[in-house]
């Protein structure tokens, strides 16, 4: 007999007690909310009863209208709740306790009313105030007597109710015990007999699914019996049997499906990667050709892929840069590198090259052979073009410190031989009034002077380099600067150069010095004829440029220089001409005025193709006020004495021999601290002679102590440079001229009158 049939019996018999105590607990049940409900309606019957009693209080205080409406509408409820309640309360006490209730409301509410006509009465009872007042009381009394009497009877009402229910209850109770009890016996029977009848078939099924739960589908349930637990065993045995061949297949899927998802997410990857906006990246064979390039590749180089697989990376490598990469590229193949990191050059589509790094690495095969090699090329234009112009701007600033530093020294240079060439000039030129013409030792004081005079012009052009600012700023037409030295050009190349003017008729004026300009203009035109000693073509142009900046241009058709001598053009003394035909400050003075002009100085040269010099000027802003200095009295008025101070012993006794050969006494002082003690003590002087530059007290610091000694006192200010300082000097005080140091005995004799 099979399990089910057994638990079939056990459980019929088990169903029919059950049934019956089902039925006699429903019973029970049904006569308990009954009796709930009824001790519920008393329950609400008694509360309306007491809230009547307190709102009948509440009015009884106050009089008011609003109480009054409510005892009257908790009246109404408490009718309603008796008419609900007439009908359940049939039995026992109920409907005389009902009847009690109903009567003692109806009386309430009649003297309720009563009470109310009463209250009205009683404010206009005038002298019959006291017997309404009585009235008022008795009816009061009344009232609360038959309230009392209602709430006394809904009280014993709920009592009554309230006992009913808990005797429901309580057989309620025993029913659902017996129940209960009825119950487990049946589950307990039917419990033992299952498990008894279970136990021995379910554990050797239990530990089998446990083990095939465990991963072991070879497992196999024991099936040897006619019952459900045989039947089940075989179940499970087949279903095992489909898992296992399941599982082979699901196995063989997923490793199928993570295969093509792996391979598809290093494809994504890959090409992420290679697609990279940054880079140029290419993957090639060692026979140099492309396999794969990406985008930007593609463009870096300005081919399409298709046109770039057709051809080797050698194909677009500079030429220059190719012996190289194949050496290292043969290395790579050979296995002695695994790749390689180098800047080289590429020959874009349109012939234009790209400077680049490029970064290659090998990707072998298990016998050690190349496969490919993947490059990374990085475009490295901008920063070589950087790292030119940083080249370029530290060559200048370090050739704008070279003439800087020569600057300063020719500057000392020039000053101490503008005070030995002083003596001699000064003697020079005194001793040739004194000696008659044609004579020998005229001749030799004559040559001592023209000696004089050109090393005095050498200084000048040494103070020229190593002038820091203008001596005269004005506004200048660069066309009619450019036509006055073509002018000279043609007079003195007498036709052996051709000089051609290309001027813009509206090149804007620029602030500057004329006579710098002049010079360096000339400095350059100089270079270009003597470059074209068979005669060639000067052209003189000038253009507007960028920002309203004028240009010069100065080419001529000559030999042209190297890279080499280009490079050291501007180099103060580098000449290439022989020794003693050239000083080499000629470009150097050149780009000094050029700079104190905030302009711009430009050598464009290659062998056999001549030269080109940009000047450029910024346009000019409003011109400062002429610095002419004022004419002195002194440059008119005969002195006989005069208080000279200057810092050189060799310039003061050649000064004072000149002077005392042209007939003036000289007063001598070495600074300027002297030569203002001497004026304290008396010395009556009719013109000071002020070296400029002294240690100590120089002529800028003893001119102002100077005039508040003397305020009308002429001064001579001997400098060797006349720059826009010793102008503003000069300009700041009156009776003060300007005199250019070495001086010859007539530009002394015109300057002392």
């Not at 609400?44 to 007491?50: H, M, T």
């Not at 039917?190 to 530990?207: D, E, Y």
């Not at 690495?361 to 190349?370: A, E, F, K, N, T």
């Not at 450019?482 to 804007?508: F, N, Q, S, Y």
Request: proline letters at 4%.
């Amino acid at each position: 007999m099979k399990v089910t049939s057994r638990l079939s019996l056990l459980s019929a018999l088990s169903l029919g007690i059950l049934v019956a105590m089902v039925v006699a607990v429903a019973w029970g049940t049904q006569d308990f909310r009954q009796a709930k409900a009824g001790y519920a309606l008393a329950s609400e019957l008694k509360i309306a009863v007491l809230e009547g009693n307190a709102i009948r209080d509440q009015y009884f205080l106050h009089r008011e209208a609003r109480h009054r409406d409510l005892w009257l509408a908790s009246l109404g409820r408490a009718e309603g709740l008796l008419a609900r309640a007439e009908p359940r309360f049939t039995g026992g006490a109920d409907p005389d306790l009902v009847d009690e209730i109903r009567d003692d409301l109806g009386a309430s509410g009649a003297i309720f009313r009563r009470i109310v006509d009463n209250t009205a009465a009683l404010q206009g009872a005038g002298e019959r105030k006291a017997v309404f007042e009585e009235l008022d009381r008795r009816l009061s009394s009344q009232m609360l007597l038959r309230g009392g009497y209602a709430f006394d009877s809904a009280s014993a009402l709920v009592e009554a109710w309230e006992g009913r229910v808990e005797a429901t209850y309580r057989n309620l109770a025993v029913l659902a015990c017996g129940f209960a009890a009825g119950l487990a016996l049946s589950a307990i029977l039917i419990l033992r007999h299952t498990v008894r009848t279970i136990r021995g078939r379910l554990l050797p099924l239990h530990a089998g699914v446990n083990q095939v739960a465990g991963g072991d589908l070879a497992c196999r349930l024991p099936a040897d019996g006619s019952d459900e637990f045989s039947d089940l065993a075989r179940a499970i045995n087949a279903m095992t049997e489909r898992l296992e061949a399941s599982q082979r297949l699901l196995g063989e899927e997923i490793r199928r499906r993570m295969l093509a998802q792996a391979r598809q997410e290093s494809e994504a990857r890959f090409k992420a990667w290679f697609d990279i906006p940054l880079v140029g990246i290419s993957v090639t064979t060692p026979e140099k050709g492309w396999l794969e390039v990406n985008p930007h590749h593609c463009a870096m180089l300005g081919y399409t892929r298709e046109e770039l697989m057709r051809m080797s990376w050698a194909d677009v490598t500079h030429p220059e840069d190719l012996p190289a990469e194949l050496e290292v590229f043969e290395r790579v193949l050979a296995g002695d590198l695994e790749g390689y990191t180098r800047e080289k050059r590429f020959i874009r589509k349109d012939g234009t090259i790209l400077h680049a790094e490029l970064a290659r690495r090998c990707i072998r095969r298990p016998d050690g052979s190349v496969e490919a090699l993947v490059g990374v090329v990085l475009d490295v234009s901008e920063r070589k073009r950087a790292e030119e112009e940083q080249r370029r701007l530290t060559e200048q600033l370090q050739q704008s410190q070279k003439l800087d530093s020569l600057g300063s020294l020719a500057g000392g240079v020039a000053h101490d031989m503008n005070n030995v060439l002083g003596a001699i000039l000064s003697l020079a030129t005194a001793h040739l009034e004194l000696q008659e013409p044609g004579k020998p030792v005229h001749k030799a004081f004559e040559t001592i002077a023209k000696a004089a005079t050109r090393g005095r012009d050498l200084v000048a052009r040494l103070l020229g380099f190593a002038r820091r600012s203008l001596a005269r700023e004005a506004e200048l037409d660069l066309n009619a600067l450019v036509r006055e030295v073509a002018g000279i050009l043609e007079r003195t190349t007498l036709g052996r150069v051709r000089v051609e003017l290309d001027l813009a008729p509206d090149a804007p004026l620029i602030l500057g010095d004329g006579g710098a300009l002049a010079t360096a203009l000339m400095n350059v035109c100089v270079n270009g004829v003597e470059a074209m000693p068979g005669g060639g073509l000067l052209t003189l142009r000038t253009l507007v440029g960028d920002g309203g900046w004028t240009e010069v241009h100065v080419e001529d058709t000559g030999t042209g220089m190297p890279k080499e001598i280009l490079d050291r053009a501007l180099d103060p003394f580098f000449t290439t001409k022989e020794v003693g035909k050239a000083t080499g400050l000629g470009l150097s003075l050149v780009y000094t005025t050029v700079k104190a002009h905030r302009g711009r100085l430009e050598l464009r040269s290659e062998p056999g193709r001549g030269t080109r010099v940009r000047l450029a000027f910024p346009p000019c802003a409003p011109a400062p006020p002429s610095r002419e200095p004022a004419p002195s009295e002194s440059r008119t008025v005969a002195c006989r004495r005069v208080l000279l101070v200057d810092d050189d012993p060799l310039v003061r006794e050649a000064t004072a021999s000149l002077l005392d050969i042209l007939g003036v006494e000289a007063f001598l002082a070495s600074d300027g601290a002297e030569a203002l003690a001497r004026l304290e003590a008396g010395l009556d002087p009719d013109v000071v002679i002020l070296d400029m530059n002294m240690p100590g007290l120089d002529g800028a610091a003893t001119l102002p102590r100077l005039r508040e000694l003397r305020p009308g006192l002429p001064v001579l200010l001997a400098t060797g440079r006349m720059d826009q300082s010793a102008l503003d000097l000069a300009e700041a005080y009156p009776g003060v001229a300007l005199m250019s140091k070495p001086f010859t005995a007539d530009e002394l004799r015109r300057a002392l009158g």
